[in-house]
Structure formats: C-alpha cells, structure tokens
C-alpha cells in the first residue's frame, strides 16, 4: 500500500518532469494552449501535494500540540495553519 509521503513525493516527481517538459515546450516555440494545458497539470499536482501535506501535518504535529498542556505551542501551531492556508489561498 502506498504511503501518503510516497504519493506526495510522487506528486513532487511528476511536477517536476512536467516543468522540464514545459521548459523545452517554451523554449521549442510550442503552442501556447498547449504549454498551458501542460502548466495547470503541474499546478494540479502541486496543490494536490500541498493538502496531502497539510493533512499529514494536521493528523500528527497539530493533532500532537493541541493535546499539550502548553498553550504557547498550541497558538504557534495555530498561528502556522493559518498562515499557510492563507498564501494558499492566494
């Protein structure tokens, strides 16, 4: 059974192919739709990425800090989600 790190890192690997393909696609003068086209699958993948990150990140360090006493982490943990989920959302 794959992991939700594995099926990340696979997320990252797959973008990162398709960037280098999209760099020759620019560079060879390709059609414009279709460097788009190709550009959205790497946005796809990356954002893909970025929830399975969050949602490992919310099950173990946030789940963790919210059940300590220390309310100082628990506000630092919080602090970060919503940073983050903010310049996702941009």
């Known amino acids: 059974m794959i992991t939700n790190k594995e099926k990340t890192l696979i997320n990252f690997k ?3 192919s398709l960037t280098a393909k999209i760099i020759q696609m620019v560079e060879n ?3 414009c739709v279709d460097i788009m ?3 959205l699958a790497v946005i796809g993948l990356l954002r893909s990425a ?3 990150l969050m949602e490992n990140h ?3 360090c946030f789940k963790n800090a919210m059940a300590s ?7 630092e943990m919080t602090d970060e989600i919503l940073k983050v989920t903010k310049l996702f959302n941009k």
């Not at 006493?69 to 506000?75: E, G, L, R, Y």
């Open 14 to 16: 797959k973008a990162n």
């Open 29 to 31: 003068g390709d059609y």
């Open 58 to 60: 919310l099950n173990s």
């Open 50 to 52: 970025h929830e399975m």
């Open 69 to 75: 006493k220390n309310k100082k982490k628990k506000q």
């Open 37 to 39: 086209q190709q550009n």
